[in-house]
């Protein structure tokens, strides 16, 4: 049981579609994280918050729009996806910016573009 | 270089066996190291952080050489429940962690 919680589990989307997933941690961590998984890659970072406020945009395309309306939840808004983009989108969560501590990750979304 | 390098296996050692994993970073500054586990189709998890003395949980035992600026994973007694990816993760100090790509290991009955 994980105390990073992201939705959906799995995601199939056209590339003229918008979708967001949503991913909510209940630890009283105050920064969280996208990170991108494709196979046989290292996770590439792709935002960080830190106290909601975004500390780092890892030259991510602006087809992905993160959103963290308070420190407990973070969204990733995606729109016009291509097929290269289809991968598992984790999200994880710390107790400290510095990430000293390690992370805690969601699950992930498995995302399919089709 | 890759600024954390892993050696992608696969590893296929027999049950009871000992073995070992080397992941080397690129940053001698390098703050804090950890390695994490990651089962097929699911989310990386914690396994254990690196100290600079090296330490030991249980079967596993992690060391720390900041001179040649490598980490090691030791598994002794393997079971076939540790089949996973080991993922070696670096804080470089700039408010993240960077992972390298993993390092497969199947235990053999």
């Known amino acids: 049981e994980t105390g990073v919680t992201q939705t959906p589990r799995h995601l199939v989307m056209g590339m003229t579609n918008k979708k967001s997933l949503k991913c909510e941690q209940h630890?009283?961590?105050?920064?969280m994280y996208w990170y991108k998984q494709s196979a046989k890659k290292p996770l590439e970072l792709m935002f960080v918050?830190?106290?909601?406020?975004?500390?780092e945009n890892n030259s991510v395309p602006s087809r992905f729009s993160p959103e963290c309306p308070n420190s407990s939840h973070l969204f990733l808004h995606l729109h016009t996806l291509q097929p290269e983009d289809s991968a598992l989108y984790l999200c994880?969560?710390?107790?400290?910016?510095?990430?000293?501590?390690?992370?805690?990750f969601g699950s992930g979304t498995r995302l399919t573009v089709v | 270089r890759k600024e954390v390098e892993q050696d992608p296996g696969p590893f296929n050692v027999p049950e009871g066996a000992t073995v070992a994993f080397n992941c080397t970073y690129s940053?001698?500054?390098?703050?804090?190291f950890f390695w994490y586990r990651q089962d097929c189709r699911k989310e990386p998890k914690l396994l254990m952080s690196?100290?600079?003395s090296g330490n030991e949980d249980g079967r596993f035992t992690a060391q720390l050489n900041r001179a040649s600026q490598y980490i090691s994973l030791l598994i002794r007694d393997s079971k076939l429940s540790d089949s996973a990816t080991y993922l070696c993760?670096?804080?470089?100090?700039?408010?993240?962690?960077?992972f390298g790509t993993g390092t497969r290991l199947t235990i053999i009955p």
């Open positions: 940053n001698s500054a390098s703050q804090s």
């Open positions: 690196v100290y600079s």
């Open positions: 918050y830190n106290f909601k406020e975004q500390t």
């Open positions: 994880a969560s710390s107790t400290s910016p510095s990430g000293a501590y390690g992370y805690t």
């Open positions: 630890l009283g961590h105050n920064a």
């Open positions: 993760v670096v804080n470089f100090g700039n408010e993240k962690l960077t």
